[in-house]
């Protein structure tokens, strides 16, 4: 059900920014765009998306500089790419449960979808969370928009149930987000305690709903 997996992310970069890619070649064109952003990733968490350069994509990857320009032109248009595809999945996946009526029923179906797509871009995610405060101003300016979207959406539902806890939906929602945020950002303790992403999600529904419904 999700909008972006690992299958059709790269065929989704690639339609999504035909004005931009120079090469016409669909195959090669998807192999090297896997590349790039695989590379990408792997040099963020290794010496910081700041610190990384355009040489250092083109040894990673084995393409040319020419070769990547093909692609892309720079560090920021790259980061931009990344940011749309989170943007992408976090307005998608909420319109797959328009159709439930009981609010807490969609925010559960919203948390755990949250979960779950994080866990399938993890990745993706973790470099909106880590690296987005080193971007340009109107790039942070957008991972922040799509955090907060999210969070509305929320907060918008939590709103919607009839005998809610007192305080802010606002904060409620900021709250709940943080919970499954620390899902993709702190992978290494997760894996360490053998969790699984559906026991996490479990655990996470159980804590919302206790809450929501006392």
Known sequence: MTPLDGDNIWAYLLDHNAERITVKRRKPALENIEKIFRATFR?????????????????????????????????DQLAEMIEDVVRHATHEVPRMFDDLSDP???????????????????????????????????QRATAKESELYVQSLFAGIISELPHRPQGSPELLASHI???????????????????????????????MRGYLRA
Do not use: H
């Open 104 to 138: 807490l029923e969609r925010l559960e179906a919203l948390v755990r979808a949250s979960i779950f797509v994080s866990e399938i871009l993890q990745p993706w995610f973790y470099f909106v969370f880590m690296d987005s405060r080193v971007l340009q101003t109107a």
């Open 177 to 207: 987000m943080a919970m499954f945020q620390d899902w993709y950002v702190k992978r290494w303790k997760y894996r360490a305690a053998e969790i699984t992403p559906d026991q996490f999600a479990d655990s996470a529904v159980r804590m």
């Open 43 to 75: 040099l963020a968490n290794e010496v910081g998306f700041r610190t990384m350069n355009l040489r250092d994509l083109c040894r990673e990857t084995g393409l040319s500089m020419g070769g990547l320009y093909g692609y892309i032109s720079s560090k």
